[in-house]
């Protein structure tokens, strides 16, 4: 098979379009996937205080609350996206959804810290199902490109609303409880699962699993994240995390062998070149590093540092979240008028400057003036995600938008995970806490600012006629 072969054509085909009910359907419930996996990978930062002071627990145990989530989630993608391929992305994300409401459940009546990480381990298998179904099915319901594109910008928003409300929410629930966080994505788990009765079924593709790639990807991605998490605590030359950093290795290259060499791969290496697939999964990885890291690190800096509730923690997220739940619903109209690259490319540039205008910040700054800053990482959301998601969505064949959703998704989680280990290493550091904040931000601008220039290889899109989606 040729690289080729897994791309789009990028005009639009004359058949293949949902029905307008069953597209409607479609979108929305990609929406409310999107916002609950969103909303649980950003709502229990500020309530990681009051979790620690419930159960007690170490920064580790903490960072093992987020990570266990991020970690299963980055592990199991690429298996997901493979699966919502071969069986059909609605069959793939009821089962996802389903799965990710009683995990919700479980968090929520956790009566304690071993159980909590263990529910979160689920909840995040269960995200990792959900996310490249939720991008596949919107990939599936639209064919014109232009309308393709509107619709991840309207999906994008389900990401943009739960980053918005996420820390304020998270804040004001953690008063009554910080278990109410995690109930609160039943009643719109619900919602979905009602909506999914109207989504067209899905296409399938199938194959015989591949269950050497599936098992290697999960030991490489695991084995990574963990050693990365173990790192931060125990130094890198510890037995435990060189046998973890040894394991990734010997992971990816059974992997790679695998996807090489079988019969029925699921991940093909040509999909793996195509310059589309391959610069949106670097874009993907160095976005995470500073839009879902640098939260977790000012969460507790504005706790533990400056002695803030977790309401009004929250609330000093709203500007940089809000930015983005405005500027999510245009994005869209912007790439039609410039394509793709440029926004993409000053999305980044503007995140890599305000990581490094935060770094250079005294400890003692009015708190209004990191909360402002932190407006240029918001940023980078709508500039940023739905382009490189159009992207990669235009550029691949319908009968592969599941396993390119599931590279994409994993080098975004990957970058999370390996953020919030890092960035978790460094706070609890010998060095002190704010040299450690002040090294997470400046490794979040170097990153992004490499991403930025990888971007420049997309390549330049003419502005989409608006009468094309007509």
Request: glycine content about 10%; aromatic content about 6%; charged content about 10%.
């Amino acid at each position: 098979m040729t690289p080729t072969d897994h791309r789009r054509p990028v005009a639009p085909r004359p058949t293949g379009q949902a029905a307008p009910t069953a597209t409607t359907a479609t979108t929305a419930v990609a929406v409310l996937g999107f916002f609950v996996v969103t909303l649980d990978a950003v709502v229990v930062n500020v309530a990681l205080p009051t979790i620690r002071q419930e159960f007690g627990s170490a920064i580790t145990g903490l960072q093992w609350v987020v990570d266990g989530y991020a970690l299963m989630f980055a592990a199991l993608l690429l298996s997901a996206g493979s699966a919502a391929d071969r069986f059909g992305a609605r069959r793939v994300f009821t089962l996802g959804l389903c799965l990710f409401v009683v995990a919700s459940l479980a968090c929520g009546l956790a009566p304690g810290l071993d159980l909590l990480v263990a529910a979160r381990f689920v909840q995040g298998a269960a995200a990792a199902v959900m996310m490249p179904a939720s991008m596949a099915l919107i990939g599936q319901a639209h064919a014109n490109p232009v309308r393709r594109a509107r619709a991840v910008g309207v999906w994008a928003m389900g990401g943009a609303v739960a980053s918005s409300t996420g820390p304020v929410l998270g804040g004001l629930l953690t008063e009554v409880s910080w278990r109410l966080i995690f109930w609160i994505n039943l009643p719109v788990g619900l919602a979905a699962l009602v909506l999914l009765v109207r989504v067209a079924p899905s296409p399938r593709r199938p194959a015989p699993l591949d269950g050497t790639g599936q098992v290697s990807a999960l030991v490489a991605m695991g084995a990574l994240t963990y050693g990365a998490i173990e790192a931060g605590a125990r130094g890198f030359t510890a037995p435990q995390v060189l046998a973890a950093f040894a394991a990734a290795a010997l992971g990816l290259v059974v992997f790679l062998t695998a996807q090489a060499r079988g019969r029925h791969p699921m991940v093909p290496l040509p999909l793996l070149r195509t310059p589309a697939v391959a610069v949106s999964a670097v874009i993907g990885f160095a976005f995470m590093v500073a839009y879902y890291g640098l939260p977790f690190v000012f969460s507790l800096y504005f706790q533990q540092q400056r002695g803030l509730s977790p309401l009004a923690a929250g609330a000093l997220f709203l500007p940089m979240m809000l930015i983005g739940l405005v500027l999510t619903p245009v994005s869209a109209r912007i790439v039609e008028r410039t394509g793709h690259r440029l926004p993409i490319t000053a999305g980044l540039l503007v995140m890599a400057l305000g990581a490094v205008a935060l770094a250079l910040l005294p400890a003692s700054v009015p708190l209004a003036v990191p909360s402002a800053l932190l407006v240029l990482i918001g940023l980078g959301g709508p500039l940023v995600m739905p382009p490189t998601t159009a992207v990669l969505l235009n550029n691949v064949a319908g009968h592969s938008a599941g396993t390119a959703s599931g590279v994409f998704n994993t080098s975004r989680q990957v970058g999370g995970a390996l953020a919030i280990a890092v960035y978790g290493g460094l706070l609890a550091g010998s060095g002190g806490f704010m040299a450690g904040l002040r090294d997470s931000l400046l490794i979040a601008a170097a990153v992004v600012a490499l991403a930025a220039v990888a971007a420049l290889r997309l390549r330049t899109t003419a502005a989409a006629r608006p009468q094309e989606a007509r």
